[in-house]
């Protein structure tokens, strides 16, 4: 199962503020496979409510971008829409609805920006037998390709792993991306098309993680390379 697709279902629905964390990104640039200097990415803080959801997110990152993110849930404890606010000239709402099943069954993205046209796409999701994910079918109005994404789900050396295959309208050949989550339903690995990705996590005494730090090869073949890590901190 992938859980990143999957909402999850609380037991309550509150937005009482219970917990902060900060996040603060870190790249390691390289040039010509040579380590040049460490730079900062995003700081970002997370507030979270008493059925632990996430209701804000605010990040500043490297490049003079701030973003803030509302999610606003259901009577049920879903998701039901996420605001994000980039700087001042953009906005985009993310609308979601579920089936009968209380499974995520569409994603409306409207975008309102103030430099260039306003963007709508809609998602429409399918799932198999056993409640997972099989597919996903993007409508752009126009703007881009359509978009079928279809998932496949394997376990691989006590691995569980997902494989994601993006085909648009007019291209020959599937995007392809597998992740593959540990038991936490963290990240653990995932390649696209060649381009292959490791994280490896530090926890806290209540099993939390602190540190994700991320390791690169290129396709083609190579050697690893760090290319950043992220500490994690509760604030309150």
């Known amino acids: 199962m992938r859980p990143a697709l999957f909402l999850v279902i609380a037991s309550c629905f509150c937005q009482q503020v219970i917990a902060q964390y900060t996040i ?45 993110t509302l999610y606003t849930y259901n009577e049920k404890g879903k998701l039901a829409m996420e605001e ?3 700087n001042d000239s953009s906005t985009m709402k993310r609308y979601y609805q579920y089936n009968e099943k209380d499974q995520l069954a569409t994603m409306s993205y409207k975008t309102y920006n103030k430099k260039y046209n306003d963007f709508d796409l809609v998602e429409y999701y399918f799932y198999d037998f056993e409640g997972r994910l099989e597919t996903v079918k993007r409508t752009s109005g126009g703007y881009s390709d ?18 994601e295959l993006t085909q648009s309208d007019h291209s020959k050949k599937p995007f ?11 990240i653990i690995s995932h390649s696209i098309d060649g381009n292959k ?7 806290d005494e209540k099993g939390e993680w602190v ?10 073949g190579g050697s690893w390379q760090w290319t950043g890590e992220s500490i994690r901190r509760r604030i309150n």
């Open 146 to 163: 359509n978009q079928t994404v279809t998932y496949k789900y394997e376990t691989r050396r006590g691995q569980n792993l997902c494989i």
């Open 24 to 68: 603060e990104t870190v790249f390691y640039p390289y040039r010509n496979g040579e380590l040049i200097k460490n730079s900062k990415g995003e700081v970002a803080t997370e507030v979270y409510n008493a059925a632990n959801q996430i209701v804000e997110r605010r990040s500043a990152h490297f490049a003079n971008q701030n973003r803030k």
């Open 84 to 86: 994000d606010f980039l």
């Open 197 to 203: 990705y490791k994280y490896e996590y530090e926890y």
């Open 211 to 220: 540190k994700r730090r991320v390791c690169r090869k290129q396709s083609g």
């Open 176 to 186: 392809k991306r597998t992740t593959a989550y540990n038991e936490k339903g963290l």
